[in-house]
């Protein structure tokens, strides 16, 4: 049973402020839930329904955190999706986790995203990124929030083992790109290279843009790849871009092919 | 100004049910419209609010077309999006749009989809398929339907171009393959052979699975080449899986790759 007020404050932070202020946030669902415990993640309190008891009971929770039973009311009222799985849990918001310093190591292949928008398009990009081996993304301030309940989501986990990192993007590129000049910066962009048979370094930053104007010109300007999925067919008819995550999956699976 | 019953009419089409009772679809926003507009599709009716007044007025709008000025009270009654676009159409479903006739041509590459269920992977990928020139994609009858709101949102307008065709996927492409022994049919599965390293033909049926439980054994035992997209670092740690939507691109961009 859940007081009214833990009530309110859970079923708040699906909102930015909220999770910042209480410096708290929600995951949903049994495979989220794993990933999160066997992460570095500090959970304070897990939620079940009566019909998730047994997932509770039987994960060998550490006992430091508070395990509530839930109904299937006060579960709906907290969760974000559609049709709730009955399952949540409440993490703390680790020390630093929104520290904007990041430092490049050489041969790394990271991702710096220009203000997307769709929680889907950024959880599925970190989700990619995890399965390409990227250990860090760096995100423009404006890029959506990875704690948003969607972003998790998407991710499936891989929230838990990519760093996202918020920054001014185009400052820490420029000074990224200052202190080291032979630094490969990629841009995605529509009239670049093609990408299958462009040869370029197998490291460096790729720079994917926001979902409707794409990369910024300040960005473009810094590139030192400009690289293009070729469309097929060469049909004036086809869809005019790729979705973001799309495109940014493409373009890691053909970085990643080519060093293999 | 629109009746009551025409709001509650308009309002019901994210349902598929009241689709097909009314053989009618409801496309939101000024580029699908205007993808809609310049498809073969019939526009019965062309509902605006005040401020996207211009674009109704500006567009060479065909007179055959019903124009309706609406409230923005009436548009968020009918839209299905968080924020509504001001602009949105009905459109009659064509004939013979469901059937579930398909011959396959000799050297295409077509895409199969079993059992697909969130709204926005069925439409990113025909927004993907559209890009790497996929003409023709089957569906098994469980899959969303290509209707759906939140399908048309993500397509982008390739929904126009992209003819999706419902079937007893098994039953089809075992027809297929009876009829065409040498027909190449691609299971995209989690321990098949590396996708970059193998050699395979660069048109047939590339099968793609559910979300949660990719393709089933029927699919993958009549499969001639089992694909794998390799993970990068070998980490037992990272992601058990991409996104299908994901996947599919990955899939699509590394054939057309091999064959350019």
Chains 1, 2 share one sequence.
Not at 25 to 47: C, D, N, R, W, Y
Not at 91 to 107: H, K, Q
Not at 135 to 164: E, Y
Request: proline share 3%; charged share 20%; glycine share 6%.
């Amino acid at each position: 049973m859940l007081s009214k007020n833990k009530i309110k404050l859970f079923s708040s932070l699906p909102d930015k402020k909220s999770r910042i202020e209480n410096n708290i946030f929600l995951v949903e669902g049994e495979k989220m839930i794993l990933e999160l415990l066997s992460s570095g993640f500090t959970v304070q309190t897990l939620l079940f329904t009566k019909k998730m008891k047994g997932f509770a009971l039987n994960n060998n929770i550490p006992s430091s955190i508070e395990l509530i039973e839930i109904s299937d009311d006060e579960a709906s009222k907290i969760s974000s999706q559609k049709t709730p799985q009955g399952m949540m849990a409440v993490a703390s918001i680790p020390d630093g986790f929104y520290s904007d310093s990041f430092s490049f190591r050489e041969n790394n292949l990271v991702l710096a995203l220009q203000d997307i928008q769709d929680p889907g398009n950024l959880g599925t990009i970190i989700r990619t990124a995890d399965w390409f081996g990227v250990k860090h993304i760096l995100c423009s301030k404006s890029t959506v929030d990875v704690l948003n309940p969607k972003v998790l989501q998407s991710t499936m986990g891989a929230v838990f083992r990519v760093k996202v990192v918020y920054t001014d993007l185009l400052k820490t590129i420029r000074e990224l790109k200052e202190n080291s000049s032979s630094l490969p910066l990629f841009a995605a962009i529509l009239d670049g290279n093609d990408l299958y048979r462009s040869t370029f370094p197998l490291h460096g930053i790729l720079m994917m843009g926001n979902e409707s104007k794409g990369l910024s010109e300040e960005f473009i300007r810094l590139a030192t790849h400009k690289l293009t999925i070729p469309r097929f067919g060469n049909s004036i008819e086809s869809s005019e871009s790729l979705n973001v995550s799309i495109a940014t999956a493409i373009l890691l699976s053909e970085i990643r092919r080519k060093s293999m």
